[in-house]
């Protein structure tokens, strides 16, 4: 099983990026996939969520209505587009896939926001 996240980096702020998130070693469409970050001296945060089954969402509203979650079924990817960056939103960001007590965690992938 493995969760490899890609798409971090230094962004401006204001900027946008989008995060991306390869599954595999496991039935990618029964999961429902998550996006979590950790902020440097913060506990980790759960940022978005997305059901296969139905596509529903929900995000944190530490992003709702700049963010969105998605996935794509034929990669095994799911994705985490952000927009309007801001400093706060510097952190390193995992990609979570759970499936009752099943739980799989990608290594993360750094996103720093600043000028």
């Known amino acids: 099983v493995q969760l490899v996240e890609s798409g971090g980096g230094l962004v401006q702020p204001g900027g946008s990026l989008r995060l991306s998130c390869v599954a595999s070693g496991f039935t990618f469409s029964d999961y429902v996939l998550n996006w979590y970050r950790q902020p440097p001296g913060k506990e980790r945060e759960l940022l978005a969520s997305i059901s296969n089954y139905g596509g529903h969402t929900g995000y944190a509203g530490s992003i709702r209505g700049r963010s969105t979650i998605s996935t794509d079924n034929t990669k095994n990817t799911v994705y985490l587009q952000m927009n309007s960056l801001k400093s706060e939103d510097t952190a390193v960001y995992y990609c979570?896939?759970?499936?009752?007590?099943?739980?799989?965690w990608g290594q993360g992938t750094q996103v720093t926001v600043s000028s």
């Open positions: 979570n896939a759970r499936l009752g007590s099943l739980e799989y």
